[in-house]
Structures are given as C-alpha cells and as structure tokens.
C-alpha cells in the first residue's frame, strides 16, 4: 500500500427502513475503533456475532466482516457492520464511530482509495459506478466485464505495442551505432493496426449511452389518434390521461420498460397540426412534441383508417429515424393489411398487435446495438481513445515526409499518454475528482 489515509466511515446501503444495513470503515484505525466499541474480540478472517456497545448500553446485535491490509477492497483495514436496517441504529453507530476519530466517507472514497491502492485501475474503478446505476442487465454486464478488465486489456494491449514502439524510436535516436532507424513503412503499419483497434473499442462504445440509459421511442401523430391509449397499453398501466377531446396531451410524457434486456424510453407526445387551430398552451406542447422527435431514435406514427392519413409534413420532422407505422382503433375499424416490421396494426383497447409491436421495436433496437458488444467505453474513455487515435495519425500524416524520427516519438508519446488516461497511469486530481464525485457514498 503506497498511501496513508486518515480512517472514514460511511453507510455503505441506502439509508432507509430494510432488513440489513452495512455500516463500512475503512483505514488504519479501523480495527481499534471497531474493536473500542464491539462487545467482544476481534477474530480476524472469521466472521464475528456480538453487540455495537456504547459504554454499558447495547446499540444493536451485529456481525462484523474484518478484511486485513491488504487484502481488502480499499487496500486498508476493513470492517464492515452488518446491523439491522433501522435509520436510527445506523445513524447511532456511525455517530458513535465518528466520536472516536472517524471522518464521514465522500462520495466515491473507498473506490477512490481501492485505485490510489493499485486495487484497481481506473477503467474498473468507474465500472464499479457503471453497475452501481445499471438500469438494465445489458449495462450491468458490459460494466460487470470492464470490472473484471475486458477495458483494461485491451486498453493494455494497445499501449503495450505503442510503448514498444517509442522505445525503439528512442533507442535509435539515443544510440544510432547499436541501433538501426526503424523504417517508416513498418512504423506507419504498427499505427495502422493499432487504429483499428481503437476503431474497434469506439464502434462498440458507441452504443454505450444506448444500452445504459435506454433508447428513445417517440409516439406521434395527430390529435387523438390514440397515441396515449397506446402508451398506456405499453407501459400496462394507466400512466396518461385518455379523453375523446382533441389536444388532451399538453406536454411530453416519458416513461420506461425493460424489453429483452434493453431500457426503451417510451414518449407520448401532444397531437401535432397546424397551429393556427391550437390555443397557447396546446402550442408548446406541439413545439415539445418536435423537439422530443429530433431527440428520439426510433419514431412510432401513429394513423387511424388508411395509409393515406399519414401526414407528409409530420413525416418530415422524423427524417433520418428508425420509423414504425402503426394503425390505431383496429377494434373499431377493422384489419385491413398483414402486419409486417414497418406496418403494425393495434388495438389499444384489447391488445391486438401490442406484442407484434414490442417486436418489431426490438428488431429496430439491434440496429443500434452490434450483437457481439460485451465492454464499452464511456464518453471520458473515448475522448482518451479518440486523442490516441488522433496522435497516431499524426505520425502516419508525418511518415508522408520523411520528417525525422523524433517527431515520430512526440506523437507515440502523446498517444501512449492518452491511453494511460483510460487505465489510470496518467492522471490529476482534476479527474479524478470528476470522476469519483459520481459515485454515492459509502462505495
């Protein structure tokens, strides 16, 4: 261990009414404060049943999980409480703890200490948090792989053949009589296989905020073709207001579900037409409902009787987007076509359709979504990939002109530096602290 922190406490589960709450302190006074106030000694490596005692007063029966320097998360000593889920024991316990020294945990600390450690790198240390605030299980198993170092090493592979590289440009420059000038064709074909690998992580990483935040599915269409019955339908629970009256959707309404592992976030709109025939209020929402298109991955049109009702000028604010057209009120109008990927007939009323539907939006999904995606990088890790990327075509840019080997090795180093980001090699207090501030406290 090459730090020496003060010892911190935190709550390391949510502060609220539970069967168990897990109290974690952490640093080199750990076992001492623990032990000032657990009704019994210490076992380290056995899993120890007592009481938290103030004095003669017991606080709650508990178990104590002692990890030893440094065998812990942190690195540090470790003991975690494991109490009864109460807000006032927890809050007791710590309070007590703090009177003897200990400082209350910021947000991220133990994982900040578990990489100022060497635990872990960087790369698994934001994992962590990636998992933490997975909403699907596609997102917990990307993050579940970075935590485990599937970013890592190929993070380290790519740096591993650049710094190879650079000591031997190095070496060349620095003794020219042992060392021959590498030439600038098997240079220029190291840089080019390394891009692709980059090219790699970063095509897979760009379905990063799709798979952790859910695509967008926007409903739209016009006044009461029944985009909120639909929603509703979605969803299976009432979640939007339904009348016969025009214009009942004023504003945007989002809510999400779990599609075959995948987070679709469902928006229903406000009914667009010409504004002219809207009072105030009705025109904000309109002007929310394109906003909410422009911002939307896939679009689901709604239309009522015939194909010939979908509105031409609405179509055009969802260019370029993935589109499902979905004729409504098919227990009142009747099935006029067969259903196929970008036609989808519905009953919102009886379900008809609704399945055929979720369907056809997954198939949409994987468009977005490479099949073969089990690590990704987030939007800090592919800045980092993109700088390394940028500065190993400097050096192909630079072969062009027979520049001397030296400015090959700048831009190697630039490279080299830039990957050391990812991984933690390379780092200020700047990043970390932007990226431990995400983290809740107690991890």
Do not use: W
């Not at 504003?251 to 469902?266: H, Q, R, V």
């Not at 592919?382 to 030296?406: G, H, M, R, Y």
């Not at 831009?411 to 830039?418: H, I, M, T």
Request: aromatic content about 8%; hydrophobic content about 40%.
């Amino acid at each position: 261990m090459d730090n020496n922190f003060d010892t911190i406490v935190a709550i390391a589960t949510p502060l609220a009414q539970s069967a168990v709450g897990i109290v974690r302190i952490s640093g080199s006074c750990a076992y001492n404060v623990v032990q000032s106030i657990f009704s019994k000694k210490i076992k380290p490596k056995y899993i120890n049943y007592g009481y938290i005692v103030n004095g003669t007063e017991k606080i709650d029966e508990v178990i104590l999980l002692p990890f030893l320097a440094p065998h812990s998360f942190t690195g540090e000593d470790v003991i975690e409480i494991q109490t009864h889920g109460s807000v006032t024991v927890i809050n007791s316990i710590i309070e007590l703890i703090m009177s003897k020294g200990v400082r209350l945990a910021q947000k991220g600390e133990f994982s900040k200490r578990a990489f100022l450690n060497h635990r872990i790198d960087l790369s698994q240390a934001e994992a962590i948090n990636d998992l933490i605030t997975s909403k699907n299980s596609k997102s917990a198993h990307n993050a579940l792989n970075n935590l485990e170092g599937y970013l890592k090493n190929e993070i380290n592979i790519i740096k591993n053949n650049l710094s190879n590289l650079y000591s031997r440009i190095i070496a060349s420059i620095d003794f020219p009589e042992d060392v021959a000038e590498l030439d600038s064709e098997y240079i220029v074909s190291i840089c080019n296989d390394n891009i692709h690998k980059i090219n790699k992580i970063l095509k897979n990483s760009s379905s990063h905020d799709f798979i952790r935040d859910g695509l967008k599915a926007c409903l739209i269409g016009k006044p009461n073709v029944g985009k909120s019955s639909l929603f509703n339908s979605i969803l299976n629970y009432t979640r939007a207001i339904v009348t016969p009256i025009e214009g009942t959707t004023r504003d945007t309404i989002i809510e999400s579900i779990n599609l075959n592992g995948y987070m679709i976030n469902f928006i229903d709109t406000a009914g667009i037409r010409n504004k002219d025939d809207a009072d105030f209020v009705e025109k904000i929402g309109i002007e929310n409902s394109i906003k909410a298109i422009e911002n939307s991955n896939i679009i689901i049109f709604l239309f009522e009787k015939s194909k010939e009702e979908i509105d031409l000028n609405l179509l055009n604010y969802a260019k370029n987007k993935e589109i499902i057209f979905v004729k409504t009120k098919c227990d009142l109008y009747g099935i006029q076509f067969d259903n196929t990927d970008e036609f989808i007939e519905i009953s919102s009323l009886t379900g008809f359709g609704i399945d055929k539907l979720k369907d056809c939006i997954y198939k949409k999904i994987i468009k977005f979504i490479p099949d073969d995606v089990s690590y990704t990088a987030n939007k800090r890790q592919q800045c980092c990939l993109i700088n390394a990327k940028n500065a190993l075509n400097n050096v192909i840019q630079t072969s062009e002109f027979n520049c001397d080997a030296d400015l090959f090795a700048m831009d190697l180093k630039s490279a080299v530096l830039a990957l050391g980001e990812i991984t933690g090699e390379v780092f200020t207090d700047t990043i970390l602290d932007d990226i431990f501030s995400n983290f809740c406290i107690g991890k």
